[in-house]
């Protein structure tokens, strides 16, 4: 195997493909290394070029591949390097390439997605529920000494946040159960259905 220094000898070739063998052809000497190519149409634009849409196609799924790696990396899962450049792959083989290397895009792109909505609902309930704790010191502090013994709070959790006591709801309550119902389902009594 040869390289390509300036001292190397090499030889001017012509070679002549046809359309439907170029692409193996090409792949094949690119992966020996042993060749290098001349443009013989400098002037012509490189956007009116026969394949300048699958050199757009390979950077699309370059730039997908190398987001796609630094994920990767930014969550430390380990890679597999081999240290080779894999073959060419078929022309048939790049379309099932471009879905999966989309399908994989757009997938780590909503996972990403939804973590950052996670975490910022995340720090917005773990807010709420400071201000939640504090505001209950608070009104624990300012509660007078004769709501917390009076009689009206029967139920713990009133006993416990007295400022959310109502009355209605024990009216409610004894519309709903009659008397009986309400003594009954105070702690320590029994419900008798009859």
């Known amino acids: 195997m040869g390289s390509l220094f300036r001292s190397e000898e090499m030889a001017l070739c012509q070679l002549f493909l046809q359309s439907e063998a170029a692409y193996a052809c090409v792949s094949e000497l690119g992966e020996l ?7 013989l149409n400098p002037d012509v634009n490189a956007f009116q070029r026969k394949f300048v849409n699958e050199v757009r196609r390979c950077d699309e799924m370059e730039r997908k591949l190398r987001y796609l790696e630094k994920e990767i990396k930014k969550d430390g899962i380990p890679m597999l390097d081999t240290g080779e450049s894999p073959e060419a792959p078929q022309p048939r083989e790049m ?3 471009e879905a999966t290397f989309e399908k994989l895009e757009n997938e780590l792109r909503e996972v990403n997605q939804n973590a950052e909505a996670l975490k910022r609902n995340f720090l917005e309930l773990t807010e709420l529920k400071h201000i939640l704790r504090k505001t209950q010191v608070f009104f624990d502090e300012s509660v007078p000494t004769v709501y917390k013994s009076s009689g009206a709070y029967s139920s713990s959790k009133y006993r416990r946040y007295p400022q959310m006591a109502d009355n209605q709801n024990e009216d409610e309550q004894a519309q709903l159960l009659g008397e009986e119902g309400v003594r009954a389902s105070q702690p320590g009594q029994n419900l008798k259905l009859g």
């Open 33 to 39: 290394g042993l060749v290098q190519f001349r443009d």
């Open 95 to 97: 379309i099932d390439l």
